[in-house]
C-alpha cells in the first residue's frame, strides 16, 4: 500500500502527516511555521507608498496591487508545493490529502504543479491546524486507512 501524505496547513503553520497503511495511525513528518503570515500589513511593508512620476506635471504615489500578507500567505503556499513536489520527486508517497482554509486552499491549488496536483485525491477547505491528531484521525476516517 502506497504512503499517503496528508497537509494540514493555513497561511501560518503546516503540519504534514503521513500515513504508511491500515492500522498505522498518522506519523508527523514535518511542522513548518510561517511567522510573517502573523504579521499585520502595517508590519509587512514600508511606512509610505513609493513615489513616481505622473503622467502629467505632478507627481503620485502608488499604492501596492496586492497587501503584503496576502503576498506573505502566497509565498507560505509556494515553499509548502515545493515540499510536496519534492516528496513526489523522490517518491516518499503515492498520494495525499489536503487541509486547508478555502482562501489558503486557492493559494496551494494555484501554485501545485500538475503531476504533484494528480496525486491529491481528497481537498477538504477546513482549517485543521489546532486539531488534536486523534481528532484529526477521526475527520479522516472516510478517506484514510487508520
Not at 502573523?38 to 509610505?48: A, G, V
Not at 517518491?91 to 496525486?119: E, K, S, Y
Request: proline share 6%; net charge positive.
Amino acid at each position: 500500500m502506497a504512503i499517503t501524505w496528508i497537509l494540514v496547513a493555513n497561511a501560518s503553520l503546516a503540519r504534514l502527516y503521513a500515513n504508511l497503511g491500515p492500522k498505522q495511525g498518522l506519523q508527523l513528518v514535518k511542522e513548518i511555521a510561517h511567522p510573517a503570515s502573523r504579521m499585520k500589513n502595517s508590519e509587512l511593508s514600508s511606512d509610505r507608498a513609493g513615489q513616481m512620476q505622473a503622467s502629467i506635471s505632478g507627481h503620485g504615489s502608488r499604492e501596492q496591487q496586492t497587501p503584503p500578507k496576502e503576498n506573505a500567505a502566497r509565498s507560505f503556499a509556494q515553499k509548502l508545493a515545493k515540499e510536496l513536489y519534492l516528496g513526489r520527486s523522490r517518491n516518499l508517497f503515492g498520494r495525499a490529502i489536503v487541509i486547508a482554509p478555502p482562501a489558503f486552499m486557492g493559494m496551494l491549488n494555484a501554485v501545485l504543479d500538475r503531476p504533484t496536483a494528480q496525486l491529491i485525491t481528497d481537498r477538504f477547505e477546513k482549517d485543521y491546524t489546532k486539531t488534536p491528531e486523534p481528532a484529526l484521525r477521526d475527520h479522516l476516517e472516510g478517506c484514510l486507512f487508520v
